[in-house]
Structure formats: structure tokens, C-alpha cells
């Protein structure tokens, strides 16, 4: 299965550099079912991995203008302070076992897999509905309601810190859909913000872990260059087909995680 998890490595950056996102939804997966690593340290293996991908990945969108840092800064701090108290001091605390009625158990693992499925579910829905607005592929002036993107902020950061997930397919939602971001400049910006939250909350995480560094090398090497042929190929792809791709693409994993977690446990 090892090969197959490096394979799949790939399109962890290639996800992200064409979507801004998925990679994390990739990443915790790949980690988990294909190279059975515990889901609690894949969560930490993730934050490394998408976070120094979207280094790579946001250089390019960057250089064409394609990053609001005003935006990305209201997001990154609130982001930053929720992912560090999560990974600082709830995740090392969490029991091993939560739950347990009968011949079924809910433990830690699929706890965090069960929630990150869900989540999944639901941010998909935004992105595969049609928006009867105007398009916002083309440049508006923006009206931000600064408390809301704060708020949002704190939530994104509470899941980054909690499931180990960069938070790409909630953030971008909220920047294309809410706040009405060109979708380019929605995954650029989300680049931005999910490479500060994910680096951080893996700096948060070490301390409580250890790190088999040759594999999280490896895999983050493999995933960059998906993440650069994701980058090229985004600036040939109309950005109006990206949303509805990436929501179908997030429902479809979402639903495989709730099957494997459940029913095929």
C-alpha cells in the first residue's frame, strides 16, 4: 500500500494548487488508509504536508496578484490563536475512547475522521450550488463584515487545529461564496492562510509527538510537485468550473469516509 500512498501524494498538491484546496482531505485519508498511520499523528503528519505545499503553491498566485492580505491577516489571526490552543492543549487531552454502547466503540480515531467527513459533507453543499448572483470570477469592490470574517476565523482555526486539516474547503467557501472574492483570488488567499495555520499548528503539535522525518519528507517532496503541476494547469482552467468540481469532489470523499468509519468497520 505504500506505493499506492505515494502515488496518491501527488494529488495532494495537485489539489491544491489547482483548487486551493482538498489537499487536506487528501492528505489525512492517504496517511490513514494507506499507509496505516494512527489518526491522531496523521493529523499532525498533515499539518506539515499541506502547510509546506501551500508555501510552495501560493508563490505563484502571489506573483499574479492573486492574494488578498488584508483578508488573509483578518482570517490568520484569530486562525492562528484557535489552532494553538486546540493542539496545545485539547488534542493531548483528548481519551482514547469517547464513547462506547454495546458492541460499538467511538474512539478518538473515529471520532476525528467522523467529524472531518462531516464537515466535508456540509461545505460541499456551498460550492456545488448554483450561484444566482453575478459571477465572481471578475473584480468588485469588496464590502468585508470584519467581525464575521473574525468569527469564521476562530472556527477554521478550532478545525485546523483539531482534525489536521488546512482548512481549504471551509475556507474557500467563505471567501468565494460570503464574502463574493473572485474565485482565484479566494484560493490564493486560502493558499495563504492554510500554509500559516497548517506550519504553525504543526509546530504547536511536536512537542507531543514524534516525527519519523525521512517519510514526512518524502511525502511533502512528492505532494510539491503536485502542487506545482496543479499551479500550471490552474492557469489554463476557467475558474468558474473549479467550485462546482471541488464541491462534488468533497461530497464524494466526505460520504467514503462515513462508510469506512461505520459501516465497513
Request: aromatic share 12%.
Amino acid at each position: 500500500m505504500d506505493i499506492a500512498g505515494y502515488i496518491a501524494s501527488i494529488f495532494i498538491g495537485i489539489s491544491l494548487g489547482l483548487i486551493g484546496g482538498g489537499g487536506s482531505i487528501l492528505t489525512v485519508p492517504v496517511l490513514v488508509y494507506l499507509f496505516s498511520i494512527d489518526t491522531t499523528l496523521a493529523t499532525t503528519y498533515s499539518l506539515f504536508i499541506v502547510g509546506a505545499t501551500s508555501v510552495i503553491g501560493s508563490f505563484s498566485y502571489f506573483k499574479q496578484g492573486l492574494v488578498n492580505i488584508k483578508m488573509a491577516a483578518v482570517f490568520g489571526v484569530p486562525s492562528i490563536i484557535s489552532v494553538f490552543l486546540t493542539r496545545a492543549y485539547i488534542m493531548p487531552v483528548m481519551p482514547g475512547e469517547i464513547f462506547s454502547a454495546g458492541n460499538f466503540t467511538l474512539t478518538k480515531s473515529v471520532f476525528l475522521m467522523l467529524i472531518f467527513a462531516v464537515l466535508m459533507v456540509f461545505a460541499s453543499y456551498s460550492m456545488i450550488k448554483k450561484d444566482k448572483q453575478a459571477s465572481n470570477d471578475t473584480l468588485q469592490k469588496q464590502k468585508f463584515n470584519y467581525p464575521l470574517v473574525f468569527a469564521i476565523g476562530v472556527f477554521i482555526g478550532t478545525i485546523t487545529g483539531f482534525i489536521g486539516a488546512g482548512g481549504g474547503f471551509l475556507i474557500i467557501p467563505v471567501l468565494a461564496n460570503l464574502l463574493k472574492l473572485p474565485m482565484k483570488v479566494a484560493i490564493g488567499t486560502s493558499l495563504l492562510i492554510i500554509s500559516t495555520n497548517s506550519l504553525l499548528g504543526f509546530l504547536f503539535s511536536i512537542d507531543h509527538t514524534a516525527i519519523h522525518w525521512h517519510f514526512l519528507l518524502t511525502v511533502t517532496f512528492i505532494a510539491i510537485i503536485g502542487i506545482l503541476i496543479g499551479s500550471f494547469l490552474s492557469a489554463k482552467i476557467d475558474g468558474k468550473k473549479l467550485k462546482p468540481a471541488f464541491g462534488w469532489f468533497v461530497l464524494v470523499m466526505g460520504i467514503y469516509i462515513i462508510i469506512k468509519e461505520t459501516v465497513l468497520k
